[in-house]
Nanobody
């Protein structure tokens, strides 16, 4: 079982930047896809960005060109660099990892979340 712990959230003014980190308790080499999701009050959780173990990335249209996801497999850490933040980016941000298993159901890991608040 891999534990995921997010950090780096906080309060920032619109136009500012934050860098989120997600530290895993074990190796992430076997976690096929890692990603960041967010959930604002009264809204459903949505995908922000994902990255495969090989480094292929995918972003939600709302964050393209502003956010960058990366992973350091040697440090067992996932990152999300967020630039040009907008008030609508305010949400709890969650780290996720999916490990595909041959012949079995995939394992799905979640962190506890870190709050990002962007003031106008």
């Amino acid at each position: 079982q891999v534990q995921l712990v997010e950090s780096g959230g906080g309060l920032v003014q619109a136009g500012g930047s934050l860098r989120l980190s997600c530290a895993a308790s074990g190796s992430i080499v076997n976690i096929n896809v890692m990603g960041w999701y967010r959930q604002a009050p009264g809204k459903e959780r949505e995908r922000v960005a994902t990255i495969t173990v090989g480094g292929s990335t995918n972003y939600a249209d709302s964050v393209k060109g502003r956010f960058t996801i990366s992973r350091d497999n040697a440090k067992n850490t996932l990152y999300l660099q967020m630039n040009s933040l907008k008030p609508e980016d305010t949400a709890a941000y969650y780290c996720n990892g999916i490990r595909v298993r041959l012949g079995g159901l995939p394992l799905n890991y979640w962190g506890q979340g870190t709050q990002v608040t962007v003031s106008s």
